[in-house]
Nanobody, 126 residues
């Protein structure tokens, strides 16, 4: 599965962005999808994830109420709507896919994902 992330850019604090991640194969509908981010000098961290059915989602506490992950299986695409962005959320955002049926507790574990996109830069200015 190849993943292509897009939608990053330079925005001001409080602005919104929508990231997209397009998958190359129809197996996308059988994949749990996650978004992770890595800021300069920091470790990669989990942001949000959605299970195959789309009914189960998971978020890091700091983005709850501001970010929304969704998926369109017909388009093989997962989205991350990010509102009220903060400067500290400047990072490269990566999408990831797992063909395994992950327990909800594993959605935030980066090693649970077999496939990764190339990342898209999000820069939030103050």
């Amino acid at each position: 599965v190849q993943l292509q992330a897009s939608g990053g850019g330079l925005v001001q604090a409080g602005d919104s962005l929508r990231l997209s991640c397009a998958a190359s194969e129809r197996s996308f509908s059988n994949s749990a999808m996650g978004w992770f981010r890595q800021a300069p000098g920091k470790e990669r961290e989990f942001v949000a994830a959605i299970r195959q059915s789309g009914g189960d989602t998971s978020y890091i506490d700091s983005v709850k109420g501001r970010f929304t992950i969704s998926r369109d299986n017909a388009k093989n695409t997962v989205y991350l709507q990010m509102n009220s962005l903060k400067p500290e959320e400047t990072a490269v955002y990566y999408c990831a896919a797992s063909l395994r049926r992950l327990a909800k507790s594993y959605l935030a574990v980066d090693s649970a994902y077999e496939y990764w996109g190339q990342g898209t830069q999000v820069t939030v200015s103050s």
